[in-house]
């Protein structure tokens, strides 16, 4: 794919395949195997003159785990075309959060090449929705976290797909003067100073700014947090025109003093003035004059942190622009103004070959469907077959087909698969345990208070088991943990059952489940959760937090920053809410 195209290209390219998305899809089926046919992972099931069809009926559907020993083979050495044919140049290591173990995935330059046409296509798309997006600069909040690079024993660097991106020519000639943020300060391998200039350098070109973002809501919630810690400081940098000293980094000083310049008084005053009003409310927009939306993916696992975001971002539509992954680029939403439980994302559907596993409440079916035979309705596994070595791949990630635009599928993202919570005879998914600490959420902003993250654990020590929700808690205005009436956390406990499936409430009833308890644990712990998980190897730039714990270790980080545990004080009704 040549990498030189412009947006409206990409758009055109887009449109084309959406609407010959049968054919699209079947050369790109045939492409991926005319390249890769000889490689010793298909010629185990294929033979040299094999067509779609062979494909079809003879190579299995399979978990990363089983395509895995190949890609350790080549990151020790082998050649990657036992694999794959294009070159390899580096492994691309997932956030892994959601699937335990990060993934290592072959990356070319080919497939730097595929994501720039994805970048250009969101960028085609914004620009049809959100006038003069073209013309300003991107406040985007880049944190990497980048870890020293570690290269596989055969030489291989292993990196996030961002992070690769991020070093890539195409980035540093058509992306990198779009960002508020210099590249020095997103390769910055310290967060917290890598955070900080980036801030800087969004405030100082605040007038120039029309969008804010990061790349996950979440990741954004922290950023804003960080902001509210050290706004007074980052002002008098600008009074003065000085940069903190604790800024050692020489990357980021050098990328600042080109851009710090003279003392700047007004703009400090006028940031100032801003930062020291008594709610943050709407702060986005007042900040950033200029904003005309939220960038940050926030579907899926994210959704819960559209209520804290909608607080900061006052009226600013949020957009998630893309359903991306580690393994390939899958969806771009179409329509970026739709409020996030309405987001949708399109297949592109010259990114991979696309199947899909249907999905039934307990059982799965085998019988995989092609992107264009998905039923509109219909909730299915993505199975993504790529350039990059991964062949009839299970993703993990359970969608449900919404829509079509031209004669291409959207799909809404659900939930992970295999993440759920169960004590009895119920599983508790990621998205129906999100929706229920959304309503306690509601709850509580009543009292000022806000879930800034959250996840899950079941505790069997005592018999019946019961749920254990560890909270952390923001008061409006203030970063210290707040004063809390246990009467309402108990409410909390409470509202969360109710909001959980008949088959939860009934093992209640029955003394099958123990009341839920939730445990409220100190601020920044969670940041301490997602330092624990990078330090086993994920990658933080993509890092979700784990809605469902289950390793031992990050158990303990939880209890051990424990400061209130409430439990549920009543039983929650178990007829059926609703059909
Ligand atoms: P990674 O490979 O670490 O980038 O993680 C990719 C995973 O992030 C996907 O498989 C999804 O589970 C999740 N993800 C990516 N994009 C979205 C999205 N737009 N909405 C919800 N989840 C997403």
Partial sequence: ??????????????????????????????????????????????????DREDFKAKVPVVEYEYIKPYILRIANG????????ETVTALTRSSGTSAGQPKMIPLTDRELDRRAFGG?????????????????????????????????PSGFPTRSILTSIFLSKYFEQHESSLYTSPIATILCLDSKQSMYC?????????????????????ILVRGIKFLEDYWKEICSNIRTGQLSD??????????????????????????????????????????????????????????????MLEFYCGDLPLVSKCYSSSECELGINIKPLS????????????????????????????????????KLGRCYEAVVTTFTGLYRCKMGDILKATDYHNNTPQFQFVRRKGVFLSVDMEKTTEDELGEAVKQANLFIRQFGLHVTDYTGAVDICSIPGHYVLFW?????????????????????????????????????????????????????????????????GSSVSQYKTPRCIR???ALKILNSRVVGRYFSQQIPASTPLKW
């Fill in 78 to 85: 082998e050649p990657s075309d036992i694999l794959l044919a």
């Fill in 339 to 374: 409020k996030p439980c309405d987001t949708s994302y399109t297949f592109i559907p010259n990114m991979a070959y696309f199947e899909f596993l249907p999905i039934h409440e307990d059982s799965e079916e085998s019988e995989l469907v092609d992107l264009v035979n998905v």
């Fill in 1 to 50: 794919m040549d990498p030189s195209f412009s947006t409206e290209s990409a758009w055109k390219i887009f449109e084309e395949q959406t609407i010959n998305a049968y054919q699209t899809q079947q050369q790109v089926l045939e492409e991926i195997l005319s390249q890769n046919l000889h490689t010793e992972y298909l010629s185990q099931f294929l033979g040299r003159n094999s």
């Fill in 198 to 218: 980036q801030w800087l350098c969004g405030l100082l070109y605040r007038n120039q700014v029309v969008s804010v973002g990061s790349i996950f809501g979440s």
């Fill in 246 to 307: 604790w800024i050692s980094d020489t990357g980021c000083r050098n990328a600042l003093s080109t851009i710090l310049g003279k003392p700047n008084p007004e703009l400090a005053d006028s940031i100032e003035d801003i930062c020291n009003a008594k709610s943050w409310e709407g702060i986005i927009k007042k900040l950033w004059p200029g904003t005309k939306y939220m960038d940050a993916t926030v579907t899926g696992s994210m959704l819960q942190y559209v209520p």
């Fill in 472 to 536: 952390e808690l923001k008061m409006e205005g203030s970063s210290d943990l707040p004063e809390l009436s246990p009467g309402t956390i108990e409410q909390c406990c409470y509202i969360v059952e109710e909001s959980l499936s008949l088959v939860y409430r009934v093992s209640r009833k029955g003394n099958g489940i123990e009341p839920l308890e939730i445990r409220v644990v100190k601020n920044g712990t969670f940041d301490e959760l997602m330092d624990f998980f990078v330090s086993k």
């Fill in 120 to 152: 250009c296509l969101r960028s085609s798309v914004v620009n049809r929705f959100v006038d003069g997006f073209e013309r300003g600069e991107r406040m985007h909040l880049h944190l990497q976290f980048n870890r020293p690079e570690i290269k596989t």
């Fill in 551 to 553: 390793i031992e270790e």
